[in-house]
């Protein structure tokens, strides 16, 4: 079993849609990061949470330490959002470990 | 402020040569890590240089080395290139463990 389980693996909605994307892990962490990545390669850190909840723009993220798991919402999606949508915890001493990551469609 | 740079972005070697790549930082960060992204496997922790140290490595065999400069700029190099090294290497700079993490474009490795 994966130490990082992401759900959906793909997505597809339609404009405007309220966009869920989910991570569970399975051991102790210091901090969760949400990543983006577009065809090409680039990675963009959107969020790093220890505990709570942050929002930038139109991305929420929350975490839940007890129960190891954390959400990332996007409201009113748009096309642009289109990308791979990666969940990394740290663990102190170990270097990030990834989830497999949720591929998302936005359709117009 | 600059960002992370990796080069170079594409590179095409030949099964048994070496490569190395290269990660300049964003200045006045002192974490430089690598990581492998293929298909199969998704993306995986290689090591973590921290003020010319590696702090820690991964899950990879002896032919995957690094190391940091004074400048905090970062090399890896792979030797005896397997077809299975083909792969996207990304590395990541932040100020130090646990804080945000910036990732560079990466450099996409064929092996033929």
């Known amino acids: 079993k994966n130490e990082v389980e992401q759900s959906p693996q793909n997505l597809t909605a339609q404009e405007g849609e309220f966009i869920t994307i989910n991570c569970s892990y399975s051991v102790g962490i210091s901090a969760l990061h949400w990543l983006q990545q577009h065809p090409g390669g680039g990675i963009v850190s959107l969020f790093m949470?220890?505990?709570g909840k942050k929002k930038h723009g139109r991305l929420i993220a929350t975490i839940n330490i007890q129960e190891k798991h954390s959400s990332l919402h996007i409201t009113a999606s748009h096309p642009r959002d289109s990308a791979v949508y990666i969940c990394a915890v740290g663990r102190g001493a170990d270097g990030l470990t990834f989830g497999k990551g949720t591929h998302l469609i936005i359709q117009p | 402020k600059a960002g992370v740079t990796q080069t170079p972005r594409y590179l095409i070697k030949t099964r048994g040569q070496q490569v190395t790549l290269s990660c300049s930082p964003i200045s006045g960060h002192r974490s430089v890590s690598w990581y492998q992204q293929t298909p199969g496997q998704g993306l995986q922790f290689l090591f973590e240089y921290f003020s010319e140290t590696q702090r820690n490595k991964g899950n990879f065999p002896g032919r995957f080395s690094g190391r940091q400069f004074s400048n905090s700029r970062s090399e890896m190099n792979v030797s005896t290139l397997e077809l299975g090294d083909s792969a996207l290497y990304l590395c990541a700079s932040s100020k130090d463990r646990n804080t945000e993490a910036f990732f560079g474009q990466g450099t996409r490795l064929t092996v033929v």
């Open positions: 949470l220890s505990s």
